[in-house]
């Protein structure tokens, strides 16, 4: 499975960004989908996480209610809709991919480049 991430940028805070990531594979319906980010001098964190078919999900605390992860497995494709933005969220935000499909925060074994999200104050 190979991940490619898009729709990062510079935002002002309290604005809104929707990431997408772009999956090869003809099984990629089959696992679970996520995102982490990493923010200069931090270790990456795990933010949402999708199972295969979209029955469960998974947050971190500090982006529920803000953020919704959601897929189009007809598309290949994992979104990540992140609504009110804060200073703290910047980072570069990872798609990810878990061959179990179950899409829990320490499961994943795929992972993309990267994309960078900017929050300004």
């Known amino acids: 499975v190979q991940l490619v991430e898009s729709g990062g940028g510079l935002v002002q805070a309290g604005g809104s960004l929707r990431l997408t990531c772009a999956a090869s594979?003809?099984?990629?319906?089959?696992?679970?989908a996520g995102w982490f980010r990493q923010a200069p001098g931090k270790e990456r964190e795990f933010v949402a996480g999708?199972?295969?078919?979209?029955?469960?999900?998974y947050y971190v605390d500090s982006v529920k209610g803000r953020f919704t992860i959601s897929r189009d497995n007809a598309k290949n494709t994992v979104y990540l809709q992140m609504n009110n933005l804060k200073p703290e969220d910047t980072a570069v935000y990872y798609c990810?991919?878990?061959?179990?499909?179950?899409?829990?925060?320490?499961?994943?074994?795929?992972w993309g480049q990267g994309t960078q999200v900017t929050v300004s104050s």
């Open positions: 594979g003809r099984t990629f319906s089959t696992y679970g």
């Open positions: 990810a991919a878990d061959s179990t499909g179950r899409g829990k925060g320490n499961l994943y074994d795929y």
């Open positions: 999708l199972s295969w078919s979209g029955g469960s999900r």
